[in-house]
């Protein structure tokens, strides 16, 4: 009786994290670039002092898909998003290196270029600073050229580039902040190959139905596992009622 009891509250139990996972993905339909969530379920076995005689249930995120988004256009110059395998680099809170796929970039009082989040971008030597300017531009590979305050509008400046990389799928792994990092903790090496386009953003690949329906399954699955609980206890009763008579 006690198996069934422990299986059913376990398996409710993470049914309830993996609703969370799938609510995570729903939340972020809208946000630029992200990236939603696997998750899984499979029975372990319980170690003790015993044999391993009982099983509970688990819930796991086995990965992160990194499938592409769509571009949509936002005619924005400091709007870029990468084509292909190839990640922004940024600096995350804590200083570590992390990439994203698509940012709103915005200038702030201190010149440094910055995503709509705040995370300084990363260029060659460490996060850009932009002098004051009159425009920016930002080319396929990353460059960033500016027109200073006075000049004509054909005299351009480069400033910087920003840094792109394009790790293996296999190398990344998404953070607790929502960011992508390697797995090791390395940084990756810049790619001379890896393009961007200004004037684009890149939309989430969560898809709405997927989630929701994988949502409605798991509400049923965990309203099974209660209704098992529930007829566990009716048994235990039901036996010690049967005990108390012989």
Do not use: C
């Not at 936002?74 to 600096?91: C, E, K, M, N, S």
């Not at 409605?216 to 036996?239: G, I, W, Y």
Request: hydrophobic content about 40%; glycine content about 8%.
């Amino acid at each position: 009786m006690d198996k069934m009891l422990y299986i059913s509250m376990t398996g409710a139990s993470q049914n309830a994290k993996a609703l969370q996972a799938h609510a995570n993905n729903l939340a972020n339909v809208s946000t630029s670039g992200f990236r939603r969530d696997f998750e899984q379920a499979r029975s372990m076995p319980v170690f003790g002092d015993g044999l391993p005689a009982r099983a509970y249930a688990m819930t796991e995120r086995p990965g992160t898909d990194f499938t592409y988004g769509t571009l949509q256009e936002t005619g924005r110059d400091l709007d870029v998003a990468v084509q292909g395998d190839a990640w922004i680099a940024v600096q995350s809170a804590d200083g570590s290196e992390a990439y994203v796929r698509t940012a709103s970039m915005q200038i702030d009082a201190l010149g440094v270029l910055r995503t709509s989040t705040g995370l300084p971008v990363l260029g060659n030597a460490g996060p850009i600073a932009v002098p004051p300017e009159q425009k920016v531009e930002i080319g396929q590979d990353g460059t960033i050229s500016i027109r200073s305050l006075g000049e004509a509008p054909d005299v351009m400046a480069e400033v910087d580039r920003i840094k792109l990389v394009m790790p293996d799928p296999r190398e990344l792994e998404k953070g607790q902040d929502g960011l992508i990092r390697s797995k090791n903790g390395q940084e990756f090496e810049p790619e001379a190959n890896a393009r961007m386009i200004s004037g684009f953003t890149e939309s989430s690949n969560v898809n709405a139905v997927a989630e929701m329906t994988a949502m409605l399954s798991l509400s049923r699955q965990f309203e099974l596992h209660v209704k098992m609980m529930r007829t566990a206890e009716e048994n235990s009763s039901s036996m010690a009622r049967i005990m108390q008579l012989t």
